[in-house]
């Protein structure tokens, strides 16, 4: 690395300096308009129920360069790369190798067996490396990654009225109410019920990211329900404005028309809020989205692991 760059942890004060540097530092137009609440969703927020490292670059006075890790709050033996960014002018100078060897020293210091270059959910930027960052994909080769996973998010165009995204839920609404079914916005005071539906039906984080998305602007969530049963949830915002997720119907009500409603609900709403291209973002059932919302596959993410070696590893040899 030049001399003259060092490295040190930051502090939270420091998030708005860490928002500029990724305006300029992430090279997709996507995420540097969105650097700020993506920053935001990585730390503070998330800093709140996990432990989360963040690590500077400085040459001088100039913070040149920020790496967000965090540990796994299923799991502390796990560690997570949250964001990865260096100022373009002076890449390819050993900045992103020397933030990637610190973060892996503190998180082995945490009690972290392995890293992974991968989302940390619930509060996550990416579910791993977008393809189009090359330069983080053969950084992550360099220093002994393996890939052991591929995610992908599927855009939504909201750009024109005529996009499927954008379809009428009118007559599907009818019809659920023809089934004594609801749907509605859901409020702040909704989140115990969906909290535990998400739960029960689904298990993961779920929960966590409605939290993420009830009550707080640029985010929301709709639900469905019969006789105060929730059958159904839609969210969005809850990392960032432009993305939508987590959803979630019910087993015994698929098939309904609920989720592609819900859906459209929410898309309608980030529209409404400026949003030209929802992300459905880690996506699962590809041929739900394309077919309820004509959303197509766009952004493909490679998720890398690799090994520590720990202070105990170290130790017993
Ligand atoms: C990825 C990124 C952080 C790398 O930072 P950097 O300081 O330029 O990386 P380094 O100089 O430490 O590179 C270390 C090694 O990674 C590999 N590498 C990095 N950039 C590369 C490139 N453009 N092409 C090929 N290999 C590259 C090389 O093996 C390099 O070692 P070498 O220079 O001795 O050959 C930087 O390109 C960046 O900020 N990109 C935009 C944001 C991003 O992609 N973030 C990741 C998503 S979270």
Redesign the pocket.
Same mark, same amino acid.
């Given at each position: 690395?030049d001399a003259g760059i060092s490295i040190a942890e930051l502090t939270v004060e420091q998030t708005p300096e860490v928002a500029a540097l990724c305006r300029r530092? +992430?090279?997709l137009p996507e995420d540097a308009a969105e650097a700020g609440p993506l920053v935001a969703t990585l730390w503070p927020r998330a800093a709140a129920d996990r432990t989360v490292r963040v690590l500077g670059a400085h040459r001088e006075e100039e913070l040149v /360069?920020v790496l967000i890790s965090s540990l796994s709050a299923a799991d502390g033996r796990v560690g997570h !790369?949250d +964001? %990865? @960014?260096?100022e *373009?002018r %002076?890449?390819?100078? /050993? !900045?992103?190798? @020397?933030l990637l060897g610190h973060a892996e020293r503190a998180l082995a210091d945490l009690g972290a067996g392995e890293v992974l270059l991968a989302g940390n959910p619930p509060h996550y930027?990416?579910p791993g490396?977008?393809v189009r960052?090359? *330069?983080?994909v053969? +950084?992550a +080769?360099? %220093?002994g990654y393996r890939q052991d996973r591929t995610a992908w998010n599927m855009t939504a165009d909201l750009s024109d009225d005529g996009s499927p995204a954008l379809r009428s839920t009118e007559v599907a609404e009818a019809r659920l109410a023809g089934q004594a079914v609801t749907v509605r916005r859901a409020e702040p005071a909704d989140l115990p019920a969906l909290a535990a539906f998400a739960q029960a039906t689904f298990g993961g984080t779920w929960d966590a990211e409605l939290a993420g998305s009830l009550g707080r602007p640029d985010a929301g969530c709709h639900l469905a329900e019969r006789h105060g049963e929730v059958l159904g949830f839609a969210a969005y915002g809850s990392s960032r404005p432009s993305w939508f997720g987590p959803m979630g119907t019910a087993p015994a009500a698929e098939g309904s028309g609920i989720g592609g409603v819900l859906l459209r609900r929410c898309l309608r709403d980030q529209r409404a809020a400026g949003v030209e291209a929802a992300q459905i973002g880690w996506v699962g059932p590809i041929p739900f989205y394309s077919g309820s919302a004509g959303a197509r596959i766009e952004r493909v993410f490679f998720l890398y692991r690799k090994p520590l070696r720990t202070t105990e590893t170290a130790d017993s040899q």
């Open positions: 690395m530092a +992430l090279d /360069g !790369v +964001l %990865l @960014a260096v *373009p %002076l890449r390819r100078r /050993g !900045v992103g190798r @020397a930027a990416w490396i977008d960052y090359t *330069p983080a053969c +950084l +080769l360099a %220093l």
